[in-house]
């Protein structure tokens, strides 16, 4: 009844095995990938023929992660897995970006890869095993896919790379001072295609290091794809890319001249405007026949490359007329909003970025429900990217795939230099409103973020900088690397990569490549160049500021810490949490109380911190032996009386302690309510309090010595 095929081999620490022939087998290909007992199921399908009209590449990818794959049930109402999480989009993403560049050129026809995580060992991250589900999934389909592709994780500890480290030690990197990178890496036999990382100040040469290594360890995971299809692969489609070369041939001598002189135009919405017009003009000189042809987007595309990157080759020369290697000019503004807690504006040429921090406490902290078990983060940074940033009318709503992505390469870029938060005990969320764009606003939220952040007091180890790189590679052999690309350049070139970090090394690096010719020597140039951007961006950001301020917002929180012994949790929370909040109500600052014992205490008002402060230190401190306390007669009996003296802590003052000499009751002396000064004399067997009134001075309380306490 089935047709299994299976492959396996040892790679790194654990067993991966390749399955096909059992499941999901009207698919075009289906894989289930097992990485130690970590297993993701990848289905393929693709459309037989292209819509007609249709002049681009629909390929969609989904990773989709199954709570009971770790033995879990969803939080939240509803108990089923709802909308893709941040996670899934993210993994979504890493997929699509090296196997998209791989499918034949002129392939217009639907694809759809399903990546379903079925098993986690809470040991292996599933989205490397799912990469290469998908690959071999799409390997064995017949689809027109040059690949394969496969990935690898790299750690990096005490100067050697890790491959494949463990969730756990990438879900702590920031507060693991031994592990400093995560790069996920992606490619073919020959190249690298994709790069994503997170990184704690490498230098170019350990990151361009890091790269090497994950290439190099997954040649056995390509070899063990390539086993897989030997014995499973079904017939290739017969395929034909469209021979558009006469077309092609007409759109130039229709316009070549006015795309070029269009591309001469520095503004980009002139520019855009003019390129449009050109368009125009040269679907005028077309037959109708011409005109009707699916190819016709492809071509009038490929003339609009080759003009931009002619140019940039051979004449060094850019759309908007700098060299190579300039960054377009920068100007930096902070505390720009009057009442939030940081702000900046940052702008660089036609791409700006408003970044905002807000400061909150434990409260706001972000509680994620992953399938290896539920934490927290501290650190949220949210990126927008509205239809007017780039002067379009176009859909406004919740976050797509890409605005998930850019925020999520921010986030990474500015996590190596939060301060830790038993230093800094503040949630920090920030939110870059991209204005204007023409090119990596994703790197405008990293300068703008640091800058924001130190405008709001944030005492970060160094500003960060990002800078995006692109390059032209001709088919000669001939390249140019580009220092802080324009939005055409990222669309009609080979690779987008980009480099944030501190003057001391970079804190994330993110590659895609479109072409499968990159060499560890154009990478090196690009990292190289990509340092000198960064530094001239750290050095313009640095005029509007350099460190983080020393006084806060006055709408900012304030937060102050305090260690309590555990044992003395439940008498601060009290029953069913009376005492807590009665301390939030009398004080009006807001509590947070951990299980190790550490109390985080917000306000904007100080005397609301100290009022709370004071409160729970009269909870859990403990009174001392020989030390005088005032306090308040809250019963008499006739052996002596009780007095409340410290917090909420009674003792007793025997008949024969309340004065030097005898007396018939001790309400010949003392009420209840009276206020009166104490000793603590110490603790009987029992445990129970003893006290001393006779020996205090009761209009002073100071202690009487000597001939003064006789006489008393």
């Known amino acids: 009844m089935f047709n299994i095929v299976k492959k396996e081999m040892e790679w790194g620490h654990d067993t991966l095995s390749l399955e096909t022939g059992k499941i999901a087998r009207q698919a075009d290909g289906c894989v289930i990938a097992t990485y130690g007992e970590t297993s993701v199921m990848a289905a393929v399908t693709y459309a037989k023929a292209p819509k007609p009209g249709q002049d681009f590449f629909p390929l969609t990818v989904h990773y989709n992660e199954k709570y009971y ?7 939240g109402f509803f108990k089923r897995e709802a909308r893709p999480t941040e996670k899934e989009t993210l993994t979504s993403r890493l997929i699509d970006r090296p196997i998209r560049p791989l499918f034949v050129d002129g392939f217009k026809n639907e694809v759809l890869v399903i990546c379903t995580v079925l098993s986690h060992d809470l040991e292996n991250d599933p989205d490397i095993v799912a990469m290469i589900a998908a690959s071999a999934a799409l390997t064995i389909s017949g689809a027109p896919f040059m690949g394969p592709i496969a990935g690898a994780r790299v750690g990096f500890v005490d100067g050697d790379y890790i491959l494949n480290p463990s969730v756990d030690d990438m879900q702590g990197l ?37 790269v090497k290594f994950g290439h190099e360890q997954m040649q056995p995971v390509l070899d063990l794809i ?38 001469a135009i520095t503004d980009k919405q002139e520019r855009t405007s003019a390129v449009s017009a050109a368009k125009d003009a040269i679907k ?65 040429g036609e791409t700006q970025g408003l ?31 509205p239809p007017y940033s780039v002067g379009e009318v176009g ?95 990222d669309h ?63 709408h900012a929180p304030r937060i102050e810490t305090m260690q309590i012994p555990t044992d003395k949790i439940r008498e601060v929370i009290g029953s069913g949490g009376k005492v807590i909040r009665e301390i939030v109500e009398t004080s ?43 306090g308040k007669v809250v019963k008499i009996v006739d052996f002596g009386a009780f007095v409340n003296f410290f917090g909420k802590r009674d003792g007793l003052v025997h008949v024969s302690q309340i004065e030097n000499r005898r007396l018939n009751h001790p309400s010949d002396v003392l009420k209840e309510g009276q206020e009166v000064w104490v000793k603590l004399l110490g603790f009987d067997d029992r445990g129970k309090v003893r006290l001393a009134m006779k020996m205090v001075d009761q209009e002073s309380g100071t202690e009487l010595v000597g001939e003064d306490a006789a006489e008393e």
């Open 174 to 210: 920031k507060s693991n001072p031994e592990q400093r990178l995560d790069l996920v890496v992606a490619g073919t036999k020959d190249a690298v295609m994709m790069v994503e990382s997170e990184a704690y100040e490498l230098s170019e040469a350990e990151m361009l290091g890091a």
């Open 355 to 385: 970044v905002v921090t807000t400061l909150g406490t434990g409260d706001d902290e972000q509680i994620i429900d992953a399938l290896h078990g539920n934490f927290r983060s501290n650190f949220l940074l949210h990126y927008n990217f």
């Open 284 to 348: 005028s000189k077309l037959s109708e026949e011409q005109l009707e042809d699916a190819n016709l987007g492809t071509a009038l595309k490929k003339l609009e490359s080759s003009v931009l990157r002619g140019d940039v080759v051979k004449n060094g020369k850019r759309i908007d007329g700098r060299a190579l290697d300039t960054v377009r000019p920068i100007v930096s503004e902070v505390g720009l909003l009057p009442r939030t807690h940081g702000s900046a504006l940052f702008t660089r």
């Open 492 to 554: 009609l070139g080979d690779m987008d990569f980009k480099v944030a970090g501190t003057e001391a090394g970079i804190t994330s690096l993110q590659m895609d490549i479109k072409v499968a010719g990159i060499t560890p020597e154009i990478m090196e140039k690009a990292l190289e160049q990509a340092k000198a951007g960064r530094v001239h961006i750290l050095g313009e950001m640095a005029k509007a500021l350099t460190a983080g301020r020393t006084e806060f917002s006055a």
């Open 69 to 75: 794959a770790a033995g879990k049930v969803p939080g």
């Open 395 to 489: 859909r406004f709503g919740p976050p797509g795939r890409r605005e998930i992505g850019h925020g999520k390469l921010a986030w990474r870029a500015l996590q190596a230099v939060l301060p830790s938060a038993t230093d800094f005990p503040y949630t920090i969320r920030l939110v870059s409103e991209i204005t204007e764009s023409n090119g990596s606003s994703s790197m405008a939220s990293v300068c703008g973020g640091s800058l924001s952040m130190m405008d709001a007091g944030v005492p970060l180890k160094a500003p960060v900088a990002g800078v995006a790189m692109g390059l032209i590679l001709e088919d000669n052999g001939d390249y140019a690397v580009l220092t802080d690309i324009l939005g055409d350049e």
């Open 588 to 630: 009006g600052a807001k509590v947070d109380i951990n299980d190790d014992g550490i109390i985080k205490i917000a306000s904007a008002n100080a005397e609301a911190i100290q009022k709370a402060y004071d409160m729970i230190h009269s909870i859990v401190a403990e009174p001392e032996e020989g030390k005088v306390y005032k």
């Open 226 to 263: 390539i086993a897989l299809a030997e014995d499973a692969a079904k017939e290739p489609m017969d395929f034909q890319a469209p021979d558009y070369s006469e077309l092609f041939a007409a759109v130039k001598a229709a316009g070549e001249d006015l795309m070029r002189s269009a591309y």
